[in-house]
């Protein structure tokens, strides 16, 4: 079983910047794949970004493309979401998630992940 965990959101002004982070263990190395979603009030959660094993490619939601950068440590345990110039849209619950890799799987959908943390919320104040 594999046990997800983020940190570090909060309130920060427009134009700011946070970084989040998701800690995973209990895969004993496996070559998981790592994402981040989010949750607006009121709203779907939806993708935010996705970065393979290896960090080698990193895809994001054209809403964030450009702002967010999304890395991940060498052992593969560790994901962070560094946000910057952030806008009161991207107020939400944000997600992580890990996925056993799989014929087909397409890492940009929720039903993809195997395994979610809690969220932690990030508020954009105008």
């Known amino acids: 079983q594999v046990q997800v965990v983020e940190s570090g959101g909060g309130l920060v002004q427009a134009g700011g910047s946070l970084t989040l982070s998701c800690a995973a263990s209990?895969?004993?190395?496996?070559?998981?794949?790592m994402g981040w979603f989010r949750q607006p009030p009121g709203r779907e959660r939806e993708f935010v970004a996705t970065?393979?094993?290896?960090?080698?490619?990193?895809r994001y939601a054209d809403s964030v493309k450009g702002r967010f950068t999304v890395s991940r440590d060498n052992a593969g345990n560790t994901m962070w979401l560094q946000m910057n110039s952030l806008k009161p849209e991207d107020t939400a619950v944000y997600y992580c998630?890990?996925?056993?890799?799989?014929?087909?799987?397409?890492?940009?959908?929720?039903?993809?992940?195997?395994?979610w943390g809690q969220g932690t919320r990030v508020t954009v104040s105008s």
């Open positions: 998630a890990v996925a056993v890799p799989g014929p087909a799987k397409n890492y940009y959908l929720q039903n993809s992940y195997d395994y």
């Open positions: 209990g895969h004993a190395g496996g070559r998981y794949e």
């Open positions: 970065i393979t094993w290896g960090s080698s490619n990193a």
